[in-house]
């Protein structure tokens, strides 16, 4: 396998995390390792791969002066071998997502003690940390609190903010992100030139394209392709297939006719349409997972892409993605006995882009309706409205210019993220000074609440509201029904 031939071996092998990589062999060769640190990224970025990496380059039994030199492990000697394939006792892997109470911890922090067994340094490397229960975080902390000058501790996790602060702050800390399709060409031109094949960049291109963006697909499709178990032509209608960007910006902007050319398309260059049908339900089921708020945790797709999603998941209510889960899962049970292959699709395509046009136009019409009652009920129907799980494209398209409204405005070019983030919470509400923002669910607020997104609220608040106006993150109670 590709995949595990080229699993990045060495810090200058690692693709992109630039900073990343730069301090850590710094800190090897200057030998100023730190006892404990925290990976946090999405999935798929190298987290684990670059712990084991520092493993390696800590216990290298390599000279002092190579060491000092490259700041990289020497991948022969058997330090370097044996973590290679997984079978050195002094670097321990624990997943915590199945590892995660108490008793495990507590037999860790037991074993912990001992001396190494073989190298200089014992390598924890906690995986999911965040998964660990609160028992087990707080045993956890007793042990960084005073960990034994051989043990060195690498968290790595996809949702940091779950993390006990305490733990957090014992941690020097690593953000991993996700890779751009340009890098991710530029790591399967590596894999080319040490198989000494020839591929066009061109060609490259198309297959990061169709793998959706993700290292490990991108490889194993570019295995495929090397043992002429696949065609680059007929990538060529997969990377549109993986492309679906457009077409789901056309369905949730309620246009079926763009779409319904995309599947001709697609069908006159062969693509089968169960291929087209699972793509469609990946693609959707992707974008719930980062509705959902565990995009970062599941999802894995280049950068680009995934801020298109964010963006697309943003637009659609949660509803209306159900609803198109329902279609195109119906739509792909009728595809294998279907007399005109693309008719099933297509018959959800039409459907999913007008129910789109149903719903806005009854809240619009609902909405000139309550202009129309007693000023308390419009009040409660604006609170209504403003929930974004139940807002429609059309109004979060072009929302009223107020303050609020400006707020995000001057958030967005900032950073996305937290843009997203107040879109997910109602309105603020301006209390003399105090500014009060109020999210839905408690996990926003946490994000809301991290010290990176508040600097960038904060400033974009001074910027909007004026200066001396202070922000506060209240959660919002829950509405009864009636
Ligand atoms: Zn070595």
Not at 67 to 92: H, N, T
């Amino acid at each position: 396998m590709l995949y595990r031939t080229y699993r990045p071996q060495k810090f200058s092998e690692l693709v992109g995390l630039e900073t990343v990589k730069q301090t850590l062999q710094n800190q090897v060769k200057e030998d100023k390792v730190a006892h404990a640190y925290l990976f946090a990224g999405p999935r798929g970025t190298g987290k684990t791969t670059t712990a084991r990496i520092l493993a390696k380059a800590i216990n290298c039994q390599a000279s002092e002066t190579r060491r000092q030199r490259s700041g990289e492990p020497c991948g022969k000697c058997s330090a370097c071998k044996q973590i290679e394939e997984g079978r050195y006792l002094d670097l321990i892997e624990i997943d915590a997502a199945s590892n995660r109470g108490i008793d495990d911890i507590r037999s860790l922090r037991e074993k912990v003690r001992l001396a190494p067994s073989v190298g200089k340094y014992k390598v924890y490397i906690i995986d999911e940390a965040h998964m660990l229960t609160p028992d087990a975080s707080n045993a956890l902390l007793k042990t960084l609190e005073e960990p034994p000058a051989h043990a060195i501790f690498v968290l790595a996790t996809t949702e940091p903010y779950r993390l006990l602060e305490t733990i957090r702050s014992r941690c020097q800390r690593f953000t991993f992100e996700r890779a751009p399709v340009a890098m991710i060409v530029e790591k399967l031109k590596e894999i080319v030139k040490k198989e000494k094949a020839k591929i066009s960049d061109d060609d490259l291109g198309q297959i990061a394209k169709a793998a959706g963006g993700g290292f490990r697909d991108a490889e194993t499709l570019l295995e495929q392709v090397l043992t002429g178990g696949a065609k680059i032509e007929n990538l060529v209608g997969f990377s549109k297939l993986a492309d679906l960007g457009g077409f789901f910006d056309n369905l949730i902007a309620g246009q079926a006719s763009p779409a319904l050319i995309l599947i001709n398309d697609l069908s006159s260059q062969g693509v089968a349409m169960d291929d087209l049908g699972e793509k469609i339900l990946e693609y959707l089921r992707d974008l719930l997972l980062i509705k959902a708020g565990v995009g970062d945790e599941l999802v894995e797709v280049p950068a680009e892409q995934y801020q298109m999603m964010s963006r697309q998941a943003q637009a659609i209510s949660e509803q209306k993605l159900e609803d198109m889960i329902n279609k195109f899962t119906q739509a792909y049970d009728y595809l294998s006995q279907a007399v005109i292959p693309s008719l099933p699709l297509e018959v959800a395509v039409v459907e999913v882009a007008s129910s789109e046009l149903r719903v806005v136009s009854e809240e619009q019409k609902e909405i000139t309706k309550s202009q129309k009652v007693e000023p308390n009920q419009t009040i409660e129907r604006s609170e209504i409205a403003s929930d974004p799980r139940s807002r429609p494209i059309s109004q979060l398209a072009n929302q009223p210019t107020d303050q609020w409204s400006s707020l995000m405005a001057a958030v967005k070019p900032l950073n996305h993220s937290v843009e997203a983030l107040l879109r997910s919470c109602s309105p603020g509400e301006l209390k003399g000074k105090v500014l009060i923002i109020k999210p839905f669910y408690p996990f926003h607020k946490e994000r809301l609440e991290e010290p990176r997104n508040r600097k960038i609220l904060d400033s974009a608040v001074a910027q909007v509201y004026g200066k001396g106006v202070k922000v506060k993150v209240e959660l919002k109670e829950k509405e009864n029904g009636s």
